[in-house]
């Protein structure tokens, strides 16, 4: 498998999870002001995910233009 197959197959799993992170984080705004409290953490597992998968897409975009 090349880099870049293993790279593609890497955001797919790193993309649901960023989209779970995102389907918490709305859950938990549906919910509001219940559990106001995980704001941040749910949050912040958001930020990191989605932080994560564009540091990865960029360096799909790399090894693509190689």
């Known amino acids: 498998m090349s880099a870049i197959d293993e790279l593609k197959a890497e955001l797919k799993k790193l993309s649901a999870k960023a989209t779970q992170a995102k389907m918490d984080l709305h ?4 919910e509001l002001p219940i559990n106001w409290q995980q704001i941040m953490d749910v949050a ?6 989605y ?15 190689a």
Do not use: F, V
Not at 27 to 30: A, F, G, R, Y
Not at 44 to 49: L, N, S, T, V, W
């Open 27 to 30: 859950d938990l705004s549906e």
């Open 44 to 49: 912040q597992k958001a930020h990191d995910a």
């Open 51 to 65: 932080a994560i998968l564009e540091k990865k897409r960029a360096e799909l975009k790399q090894l693509e233009a």
